[in-house]
Every structure is written in C-alpha cells, then in structure tokens.
T-cell receptor, first 112, second 115 residues
Framework: GENVEQHPSTLSVQEGDSAVIKCTYS??????FPWYKQELGKRPQLIID?????GEKKDQRIAVTLNKTAKHFSLHITETQPEDSAVYFC???????????FGTGTRLLVSP | NAGVTQTPKFRVLKTGQSMTLLCAQD?????MYWYRQDPGMGLRLIHY???????AKGEVPDGYNVSRLKKQNFLLGLESAAPSQTSVYFC??????????????FGPGTRLTVL
C-alpha cells in the first residue's frame, strides 16, 4: 500500500551539531521525494527535493540522499541553528504521480 | 501573486452544523488538494482534484465533499460536522510536470474546532 515511514519522531541536538532524518517508502515507482519544514502555526514549506534520477542533492547546510534499491531517503542538516527548530515532513509521489504521501513528521529541537 | 489562500482562517462549529472551506490559487495550477493535520499524524489527504470538474478521494474522505467548478478554486464541505473533524485543514496546489514531479504549494491553513 501507499506508505511513508519517518524516523525519528523527535530529535534534539545542540547548536552546531548535525541532524539526520530518515524515511522509507513502499512504491518502487515513486520518483519524487520532497522535504517540507513547518514552523509552529505556519504552513509547510518546501525546503529541498530530490528526483529519482539523482542520488544526492545539496543546498547550503541541507542535503538529501536517495537509495532507490533500499527505498529510503534521508535529510541531513549540518551546523544546526536554533532557527532550524521545526517539524520536518518527508513525502513521496504515488498514484501516477498525482499525489504525495507524507511521513508523520520529525520534531527537531536545536538548543543554543 | 498571492499564491494559495484559504478562507476562513479560524472557525468554531457545533456538532451537526455545516460549513464550506474555500481554497483559491492564482498560479494556474492543475492539481489541488485538501489535507487535514492532527497532532502526531502528519498530513493526511482528504480529497484531491487533477483538473476543473474532476475530484478523487484521498486517504480520509468520509464526512467531506469537494467541488472544483473553477480551475482556481477548490471547495471542501462538511455537511454535518463532528468533533472528530476538529483539525487544521491545509489546501495545496501543484502544476503538472511531465515527469511527475509533484511540487506542492500550501495555503496558510484553517483551524476548525467542532464542539
């Protein structure tokens, strides 16, 4: 079935540390994997995405890796800052690429 | 451009009342979506539309109806509200991408409480 599992559900790090969030998906046909950041009381905002023809993508302090064989992808945040504190959601395309299925979210807390 | 907008921002209903949530987008996107967000459960798809005049069920469609009479608008209706429908509702839209890269843009959300 359509499923995206996300771990961990909560993650606490010290400022300057790295944070890693992992997701697995079930449909081998999925070809697009976005990551959204949601601050308290705000809408989800796309921060980075990766397509199935790429193994890794970087944008400043954030990077995403994709392992199609194992059907998992990960978000890496380096040199974390307090403003990185938020809930992060992974997602994968399903059903003819017309919709996304989201993970249950990871609450990241970066302590000064 | 305003992007994706939602009306209203907040609403309190009594059990059994009805209401309609309005989503509008000015990006000429083909696809539109309604999600609900509950603590610890992420974003769950209620209904979606791949074009004007078409709708489809998502993961949690029971108790909701939708309509897409105009390309830029997607309405979510609750005919008889129940306390279990207390949630934050997000609308999203995405353009068609030939390769299927479904990049979704979200509205600001509607916080609904059913007493």
């Amino acid at each position: 079935g359509e499923n995206v599992e996300q771990h961990p559900s909560t993650l606490s790090v010290q400022e300057g540390d790295s944070a890693v969030i992992k997701c697995t998906y079930s449909d081998s046909a999925s070809n697009y994997f976005p990551w959204y950041k949601q601050e308290l009381g705000k809408r989800p905002q796309l921060i980075i995405d990766i397509r199935s023809n790429v193994g890794e993508k970087k944008d400043q302090r954030i990077a995403v890796t994709l392992n199609k064989t194992a059907k998992h992808f990960s978000l890496h945040i380096t040199e974390t800052q307090p403003e990185d504190s938020a809930v992060y959601f992974c997602a994968a395309t399903y059903t003819g690429f017309q919709k996304l299925v989201f993970g249950t979210g990871t609450r990241l807390l970066v302590s000064p | 451009n305003a992007g994706v907008t939602q009306t209203p921002k907040f609403r309190v209903l009594k059990t059994g009342q009805s209401m309609t949530l309005l989503c509008a987008q000015d990006m000429n996107h083909e696809y539109m979506y309604w999600y609900r967000q509950d603590p610890g459960m992420g974003l769950r798809l209620i209904h979606y539309s791949v074009g004007e005049g078409t709708t489809a069920k998502g993961e949690v469609p029971d108790g909701y109806n939708v309509s897409r009479l105009k390309k830029q608008n997607f309405l979510l209706g609750l005919e008889s509200a129940a306390p279990s429908q207390t949630s934050v509702y997000f609308c999203a839209s995405s353009p068609i991408h030939l390769a299927g890269y479904n990049e979704q843009f979200f509205g600001p959300g509607t916080r609904l409480t059913v007493l």
